[in-house]
């Protein structure tokens, strides 16, 4: 497998998501409990890598170093851990297509070699593009979720918008409702 050095978006869009299978983020509910779910979770991101029974454990601290990482982004300390995830990179090459900048997997890399130099390459790419104050946590007040906004505008909120998002929009709407109006709601309700 190979990581292209320019494609930070997509690296850092699979470090928010994985941060976001903690269970911290979901009321205790692990999102990787098992082999199965840690394979799924490398095929909807086009991970091709094999995932053995010891991935599981050692993907789980890689998410607790990412998670880390992303709560303190220090600027140094973002590109030190995160240059120490690249550590499963093999050779530096070009795409065969489009001649982008490269880094080679070794031969033999696991699932968590993979996600290890791809949220490496995530991380340093969105220090270098956008600066540290792209590493946030959620803006839900119940979230614990954290992202890597790589949006252009730089101002995204919600570690899942479509869940954070929504959830926060309906409690304004709730909010936004005045008593008259929500009076009349419950009589018309009765
Ligand atoms: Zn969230």
């Known amino acids: ?26 009321h205790g509910e692990d999102h990787l409990p098992d082999l199965a779910s840690l394979a799924a979770f490398a ?19 890689l998410r607790t170093t990412v998670r880390d990482l992303i709560d ?12 120490g995830l690249t550590s499963p ?18 031969p033999a890399a696991t699932v968590t070699d993979a996600l290890s130099l791809i949220c490496g390459v995530g991380i340093l790419g969105a220090v ?7 590493f946030r946590g959620c803006g839900a007040p119940t979230c614990q979720g954290a992202f890597i906004d790589t949006t252009r505008p730089g101002r995204r909120r919600y570690c899942m ?11 304004n709407h709730r909010a936004r409702r005045t008593p008259r109006q929500s009076a009349h709601e419950h009589r018309a309700r009765q």
Not at 89 to 106: I, K, Q
Not at 128 to 134: D, K
Not at 161 to 171: K, S, T
């Open 43 to 61: 095929e909807l991101h086009s991970i091709p890598t094999p995932t053995h029974a010891s991935d599981l454990r050692a993907v789980h601290r």
């Open 161 to 171: 918008p479509g869940l954070c998002g929504n959830r926060v929009n309906v409690a």
């Open 89 to 106: 990179a093999g050779h530096l090459t070009l795409l065969p297509e489009s001649a982008r900048w490269a880094v080679s997997l070794r």
């Open 128 to 134: 270098q593009t956008l600066g540290v104050e792209r």
């Open 1 to 26: 497998m190979q990581v292209a050095l320019d494609d930070y978006v997509w690296a850092a869009g699979v470090a928010t998501d994985l941060v976001n299978t903690a269970p911290e983020v979901w």
């Open 72 to 83: 303190r982004p220090d600027r140094e300390h973002l590109i030190t851990g995160a240059s």
